[in-house]
Structure formats: C-alpha cells, structure tokens
C-alpha cells in the first residue's frame, strides 16, 4: 500500500478521472455515511459532492488528505490535521479513515491506519487522536484494536454528534536481542531495572540493535557487553515478542528476539561493566533458579520464561514452539 498526498490544482478542481476512482469509494461507504451525515442522500453522493467535501477540507492549511493504491488501484483514504483548534489539545488527529466497502476485512484499514501513524511519526508527533460517533460501535472496536483510548465523550465540532475521542501513542519501533543463558543446574541471570512506564521488572542480558546488527550479533555483543561473558555463544532462537517501555523519555514499542544458549553459573565480571549496566539503566542482577522463575515474584520479560525454557528443554534444546512464540501480542 502507497500513499500519495491529494493536492488540488490552481483553480481548485480535482482530474477528472481521479474525482470517479473517489466518487466510488465515498459510495461504497453507504452505512457510514447514513450514519455521519457527511452527504444529503447516502444513496446518492455525486462527484461535485465529493470535489466540494475535500476541497472544504484542503482549505485548511493544516489538513493532509492521503489517497492509499495497492497495484495502482485506490483502496482507502485519510484525512488529517496536524493542530486541532484547541490550543490545548497538542496532539494530530484523523478525521476520516475510509477503505472501499469492497475491500473491507482485508486487513487494508489496518494497514493504512499503520501508514498514517508512520507519516505522523516521521513528523516527531508522539500521539494521534481522532473522534468516533457513538453509533458506531464497529468503528470504535476497529480503533480500540489498533491501540486507541477512549479518553473523552463530548459533541463533535460540526454538528455536535456525540462522540468517543480516542488516543493512541505514536511509539518509537526498536530492534532489540537477548539472551537466556542457562547454567547446568537450569537456572537463568537475569536483571532487574525499574523503568518510569512499566515499573520493576526483570530481563534477560541484551538490548538494542546496532546499525546493520542482525539480532544474534546484537544479542552476542548486548551479552558481552554487560557481563562479560566472551565465550557464551547465543543458540538457537527461543521466542520473539514485542513490548512498550519508555527509554530516555521516548515511548518505545521493542520487538526483541531472545536466544537461549548453555553457560557455568558466574557473576558477571570484567572492566567497564558497572559502567555499561549503568547506563543501560540495570539496578542489580542475579541467577534465578528455575522454581523462582516459574512463580514470578517480580515481572519477568518475556513473560512466561520459565515455561518457554522448558519447552526448549523437552524439545531436545531445539527451538522452543517452532521458532517463533509471540509471549505478548502488540496492541
């Protein structure tokens, strides 16, 4: 999916062939429009409606509208504003997010929502807000199911239609790696930081991948780097899962992948470490036997280790459930 900003000519009109491709979207979209009231006959919306609608929307120098094509053919469109009229409202908003009726339950809404977020983003935007009648309920799980709070109810500016407003916070994608390192009697080093959005928590040795890292030579570099350990070399890959924290006051959304690999039970050691533990934010670390694992006095990432581990395990120190497990799913 591509999108492509809608710009008017000079005198304001739209090429004609473009206005027909919109035509039909705006009218393959019936039951919204019954609903919202956008068109005097939801039966009958006409070209010069359409032409009229956006060219409405474009007058305002903060409104983007975005046309979404995949193999040339247009799908879906966006509308959004990057200030909203309330000075105390700071964050962008989608006012409209349509899809050809044709296509729906394709995955194609999701997908030009994600572009949308990417090209806020991209702008240093770090929210997204947008507005969703009452009498809308499908619409209202669409978003919800895509990240977004309902934060306020209040009458929409142009008609004062009732309305859920919803946010969702734009985070930073983060490549990241770890490693389990298991020692003969099963139990796992782990350390523990205390993050300002997720609190306390536990996790593997690792982090953040480096420009044109793969993930096990990010995972073997993170694990030399805060323990030292120059001869543990991360194994076969025991799950992947993704996560939101805030690093250094950005909001991240991490998709790590985790190792497993066999090592002696030691404590870290080496010059620099307390340094680099430091920084990475790490508080202290420790072996955890397998028995502690399994009960998770303190949250644990990823969730469920103890359980993976053990798979891992049975499986002959394969590849825990095929390869890939998703311990959280993203919102």
Known sequence: MILQPLALSSDRDLPAALLTELTALYASNREFHALSGDFPDPDDIRPEQVATALADELADPD??????????????????????????????????????????????????????????????????????LDDNPGALAFWTALGYEVVAHRPDRRRGRPCAVLRKTLRTPRPAARVAVVDPEGAVYLFRYDNPETGVHWALPGGGLETGETPREGAQRELREETGWTDVEPGPLLCTWEHDFSRFHVHIRQHEHIYVAHGPHREPAGPGLAAAQAEDGILSGRWWSREELAEEAEPVWPPGLARLLTAWEQEGSGTAGGGEWDAQRPS
């Open 63 to 132: 409104v983007e509208v975005l046309l979404a094509r995949e193999s040339g053919r247009l799908t879906g469109i966006a509308v959004t504003l990057a200030h909203h009229p309330d000075p105390a409202d700071p964050d962008p908003w989608i006012g409209l997010l349509m899809v050809d009726a044709g296509a729906h339950r394709r995955g194609h809404g999701r997908r030009l929502a994600a572009l949308v977020e990417d090209r806020l983003r991209a702008a240093d935007r770090t929210a997204v807000r947008l507005a969703v």
